[in-house]
């Protein structure tokens, strides 16, 4: 099953718009218009995510404190 995770699209000052996705922290992308960044944002989670399988960690790894 896909995970879904909540994306924020900001403009900036120069007109460009900045993509975050907070529950992925460090996880930031941008793009021209609002398509572009959504594209490059969706692209830099499954980059993050490959990341963490790789290194044998999980999204919410850090969040599980022992529980």
Same mark, same amino acid.
């Given at each position: 099953?896909?995970?879904?995770?909540?994306?924020?699209?900001?403009?900036? #000052?120069?007109?460009?718009?900045?993509?975050?996705?907070?529950?992925?922290? +460090?996880?930031?992308?941008?793009? /021209?218009? *609002?398509?572009?960044?959504?594209?490059?944002?969706? #692209?830099?989670?499954?980059?993050?995510?490959?990341?963490?399988?790789?290194? +044998?960690?999980?999204?919410?790894? /850090?969040? *599980?404190?022992?529980?």
């Amino acid at each position: 099953m896909a995970m879904k995770y909540r994306i924020y699209l900001e403009p900036d #000052e120069d007109g460009v718009y900045v993509a975050t996705c907070p529950t992925l922290p +460090g996880c930031v992308s941008q793009g /021209h218009t *609002r398509a572009e960044a959504t594209d490059n944002i969706r #692209e830099a989670i499954e980059g993050y995510l490959i990341s963490l399988r790789k290194h +044998g960690d999980g999204p919410f790894q /850090h969040n *599980r404190g022992g529980h």
